[in-house]
């Protein structure tokens, strides 16, 4: 007889920040209590002539 397995939740939370640290930790606040992150990304992108912001995706699952 199988025993069911439950599926594992898997998510991503988002964020930008003025720099890739800020960015990231901002996106790991959604990341839910319990879960493992799986994996971050990070871009860097021109706001003006010479700022620049980071975006950052923490993966996750559960």
Do not use: L
Request: proline fraction near 3%; charged fraction near 15%; include cysteine.
């Amino acid at each position: 007889m199988a025993v069911p397995i439950a599926a594992a939740e898997k998510g991503r939370s988002t964020a930008q920040g003025v720099n890739q640290q800020m960015a990231t930790a901002q996106a790991m606040r959604g990341v839910p209590k319990g879960a493992t992150v799986v994996d971050t990304t990070c871009k860097e992108f021109a706001v003006g002539a010479f700022t620049y912001r980071f975006q950052c995706t923490v993966h996750w699952a559960q």
